[in-house]
Structures are given as C-alpha cells and as structure tokens.
C-alpha cells in the first residue's frame, strides 16, 4: 500500500495506537482525576485566597474610615478643649485684672483716708501750737502797752518763738 511508502508500517501502528489508548485509559481513570482534583482544589484556594483578601482590602478600608472618623473627632474635640482653655484664661485674665483694679481702688481709697487722717492731725497740731502761741501773744500784749513799735516788737517775737518749738 502507499502507507508503506511513506515509511509507515501498518502492524506497528496499530499497536502504537492500541498502547496510546490504553496509556491513555489508565492515565484517565488513575491520574486524570487526581490531577483535575487537585487542579480544583487549588483553584479552590486560590478564589477563597482571593475572597479572603477582597475581605480584608474591604476590612482595612473599615477601618481606615473608621479611624479617620476617630481622628477626626479627637481633633473636634481637642479644637472645643482648646476653645475652653481659652475661654477660661480670658476669663481667670478678666478676673484677675478686676481683682487687681478693686486691690488698687481699695489701696487708693486707704491711701487718701491715710493722708487725710494725717493732714487733720498736722491741722489740729498746727492749731494747738497756734493757740498756744495766740495766748501767748495776748499775755505779753497785755503785759506791755499797746504802742505800734512794742506790737511790731511783740509780733516778731512771738513768730521766732514759734519757729524754735518742737515741730512734731
């Protein structure tokens, strides 16, 4: 036959063939099925690896929204924190200056009733030597006789009499 020719031998063909098929029965039901199982159960790991990191990406994206909410609540809530703290030392400065205002007025008030207590004291000191020197003045007035030069005389005396005195 022209199989012949072209270098093909029909008998040894036949058997490759009749081998192939056989390698190929034995092969599917022995290993076939363990090769396609474990091709699925790999495949199977794969998609559950592949669900479990869709799962976290989903998780982690929770949770990066969730503490950003977080951040940004504590910044809310440090801003009012501050805005407190400033309220208050406003008010403790605002305090503090009436305080220190009525601590001066009280200081200022004292300080006059002070002065004018110690002017009325030097007034009635002022007084009493006064007095003392009038009747003083009056005794030698009318120990001497009222001419002009003995009263000019009697006047200058009492006033260097007035400058000796103690000044208290």
């Known amino acids: 036959m022209g199989f012949e020719k072209l270098g093909f031998h029909i008998p040894s063909l036949i058997v490759y063939i009749v081998n192939f098929l056989l390698l190929l029965a034995i092969l599917y039901f022995f290993a076939y099925k363990r090769i396609l199982g474990m091709m699925d159960r790999r495949s199977e790991r794969i998609r559950d690896s592949l669900e479990a990191a869709d799962r976290a ?19 809310r809530e440090s801003q009012a924190l501050l805005q407190e703290a400033r309220e208050a030392a406003e008010r403790h400065r605002q305090e503090e200056h009436a305080r220190v205002r009525e601590e001066v007025r009280d200081f200022i008030e004292k300080a006059r009733r002070d002065i004018r207590e110690e002017r009325d004291r030097a007034i009635d000191e002022v007084r009493r030597h006064f007095a003392g020197l009038a009747i003083a003045a009056a005794e030698k007035v009318v120990r001497r006789s009222l001419d002009r030069n003995a009263h000019t005389d009697l006047i200058e005396e009492v006033l260097r009499e007035g400058e000796e005195l103690p000044k208290g």
């Open 57 to 75: 990406r989903e998780e982690s994206a929770r949770a990066r929204e969730e503490m950003e909410q977080r951040m940004a609540e504590s910044r």
